[in-house]
């Protein structure tokens, strides 16, 4: 099915430990966007990447880093977890020029410990 | 400052009822604003979408409405069933010289009672 594809699902880390969330779509979208969502906050955009070759700080990008890979790929890098980063994380795609919406992700469930 | 917010932070309808979700927002400059729908343990689902030259758009047993004079979106959601029970957001565009993002608000959960 065509969508964006997420990987882990779940994942716990220590404290100081590193990861990277994969994110890849399949619809030729250009921008590609990183969010995390905690109860109560919606979704706070922490990178985007307006097409392929760039990438932006959002709103919350402190502690995160970003790899556009090419067109489908956008990675997400944590380099040294802290528990203030136990979230669940949502990967969305769209047309340059969102004007159909985004396309999400089913989410990364991150817990740090 | 500028936000996207919702009226009730959660709702609860008898199943068959109908709905109303509402969201303000405070752009005058918006152009589109979309509906998305949240299921437990699921990323969002786009529901339907309306553009600011228009006041009102139908899809399947749903209805959303915009009334620019008083910035104000809602959701209308007919005969609701017990899987409309979902956490609903709105989100906005604004124009912005080809940087245009959607700007989500937190959120209304609704509860459909049996």
């Known amino acids: 099915n065509a969508g964006v594809t997420q990987t882990p699902k779940f994942q716990v880390l220590k404290t100081g430990q590193s990861m990277t969330l994969q994110c890849a779509q399949d619809m030729n979208h250009n921008s590609m966007y990183w969010y995390r969502q905690d109860p109560g906050m919606g979704l706070r955009l922490i990178y985007y990447s307006a097409s392929e070759g760039t990438t932006d700080k959002g709103e919350v990008p402190n502690g995160y880093n970003v790899s556009r890979l090419n067109k489908r790929e956008f990675s997400l890098r944590l380099e040294s977890a802290a528990p203030s980063q136990t979230s669940v994380y949502f990967c969305?795609?769209?047309?340059?020029?969102?004007?159909?919406?985004?396309?999400f992700g089913s989410g990364t469930r991150l817990t740090v410990v | 400052g500028e936000s996207v917010g919702l009226h009730l932070p959660t709702l609860s309808v008898q199943e068959g009822d109908n709905s109303i979700i509402n969201c303000a927002y405070s752009n005058s400059a918006s152009d589109y604003f979309i509906w998305y729908k949240q299921e437990s343990g699921k990323g969002p689902q786009f529901i339907i979408d309306i553009r600011s030259n228009m006041d009102k758009r139908q899809g399947q047993r749903v209805t959303v409405l915009l009334n620019k004079t008083v910035k104000h979106l809602s959701l209308q959601i007919a005969a609701t069933q017990p899987g409309d029970s979902a956490v609903y957001f709105c989100?906005?565009?604004?124009?912005?010289?080809?940087?245009?993002?959607?700007?989500f608000g937190t959120g209304t959960r609704l509860t459909i009672i049996p």
């Open positions: 969305a795609s769209s047309e340059w020029i969102p004007n159909y919406g985004y396309t």
């Open positions: 989100a906005e565009m604004r124009p912005n010289f080809g940087n245009e993002k959607l700007t």
